[in-house]
Structures are given as structure tokens and as C-alpha cells.
């Protein structure tokens, strides 16, 4: 079953800019978790946050979790092409991981 | 850090016919495996969870007599798809947890890519 809801589902832009992807989901949640996939590959964790956190940096990466909503986000400062990608939220609410549908970010150089 | 194989990375075989796919949690013991199944431009499904000795849990609608899972020890999780059929054509992911830091974290392994003729 699908918990988590993304969007955009595409996002295109230049070297340099940032990039917000957000996720919605449905039910409570231990931890909201971000991954990213190359094409066909395997998946990259990004960041982990806590349902008692509200926000978390990791280098160029910031995300937020609003438990009130059900929502969260996350911002990619000053994008390379290298961050290509797609990138899927996951929820964990009672030890398995639920993905939402993914956003497809492609960095233009 | 925690790193999960899988083997075969891809693998093609005629309809009707079984596949066995190996995921091995390499430095570490995973108590419990997930298998996830993602087809092209989707997200991943979690097809089922297993823990080491003892019977799969199967997700809604996901056939148990099709996909046979096996968690005999603590650090390998098999997956076999049966009487394979075009439409299970797939990319098929597992995780570990690691177990005994009781850690959140899941271990992904890099993928096996199904392609069913």
C-alpha cells in the first residue's frame, strides 16, 4: 500500500538553484526517512527525522516533518548535476517502510 | 556502514520457468528483511516482511504461493518468483534492519532487475 504522497512528480531546473520536494502521508509515523535513486539503480538514504523533530540539515539537504499536517519536505541548496535523480520519501510506522511516489529532479547544467 | 548484496543484479528467463533471488546483509545481523518490487517510473511496493526463522508477512494482495520467501538465517533472505510470467517483469529490491543495534535504519541492496520472456 502506498502511504505517502509526493509533488511535484517532476521538477526541472538549473545548476545552482535549490530544489523543495514535498510528502504527504496518511497516518502517524515513527520517522520519516528520504532516499534518493539514480536510474535503475539501487537507493541512497539521505536523511532521517524523527516524529518529535521538526527539522534536520545534513550538508546541502534540509528537511522539515509538520506530524500536524502530515507533511514534509525537502530542500536541495544550490543543486549540481550530479543530485539528478529521483527522490522518495518513506514512512516508518511500526517497522516497515512505506514510499511515497517519488519526484523526478533533473538538474539542467 | 551496513551494506546488503543481491544476486543475481539481473537476470532473464522464459515464462513458466522459477527465479531465485539472494539478498545477504553482508557486515551485519538482519533480523528482518523487506522485500520491495518497483516497476518502471514507480515507486517501490513493499511486496512482504520476513523474519529470520520464521513465516513471511505478505502485504495485501501480494500472492504467497507465487512469490516463496526464505529467511533461514541471519544474513540471508531468498525470494522466488514461481511460474514466472511477463508481468512480473520487475525490478526487486530488499532491505535488512539490523537487528541487533536496533537501529531504524533499513539497508538497501543495490536491486535485481526480473525481465520475463
Known amino acids: 500500500s502506498q502511504q505517502g504522497e509526493e509533488d511535484p512528480q517532476a521538477l526541472s531546473i538549473q545548476e545552482g538553484e535549490n530544489a523543495t520536494m514535498n510528502c504527504s502521508y496518511k497516518?502517524?509515523?515513527?520517522?520519516l526517512q528520504w532516499y534518493r535513486q539514480n536510474s535503475g539503480r539501487g537507493l541512497v538514504h539521505l536523511i532521517l527525522i524523527r516524529s518529535n523533530e521538526r527539522e534536520k540539515h545534513s550538508g546541502r539537504l534540509r528537511v522539515t516533518l509538520d506530524t500536524s499536517k502530515k507533511s514534509s519536505s525537502l530542500l536541495i541548496t544550490a543543486s549540481r548535476a550530479a543530485d539528478t535523480a529521483s527522490y522518495f520519501c518513506a514512512t516508518d510506522a511500526g517497522g516497515k517502510l512505506i514510499f511515497g511516489q517519488g519526484t523526478e529532479l533533473s538538474v539542467k547544467p | 556502514g551496513a551494506v546488503v548484496s543481491q544476486h543475481p543484479s539481473w537476470v532473464i528467463c522464459k515464462s513458466g520457468t522459477s527465479v531465485k533471488i539472494e539478498c545477504r546483509s553482508l557486515?551485519?545481523?538482519?533480523?528482518?528483511m523487506f522485500w520491495y518490487r518497483q516497476f518502471p517510473k514507480q515507486s517501490l511496493m513493499l511486496m512482504a516482511t520476513s523474519n529470520e526463522g520464521s513465516k513471511a508477512t505478505y502485504e495485501q494482495g501480494v500472492e504467497k504461493d507465487k512469490f516463496l520467501i526464505n529467511h533461514a538465517s541471519l544474513t540471508l533472505s531468498t525470494l522466488t518468483v514461481t511460474s514466472a510470467h511477463p508481468e512480473d517483469s520487475s525490478f526487486y529490491i530488499c532491505?535488512?534492519?539490523?537487528?541487533?543495534?536496533?537501529?531504524?535504519?533499513?539497508?538497501f541492496g543495490p536491486g535485481t532487475r526480473l525481465t520475463v520472456t
Open positions: 532491505s535488512a534492519r539490523d537487528g541487533t543495534s536496533g537501529g531504524k535504519e533499513q539497508y
Open positions: 557486515d551485519f545481523q538482519a533480523t528482518t
Open positions: 497516518t502517524s509515523i515513527n520517522n
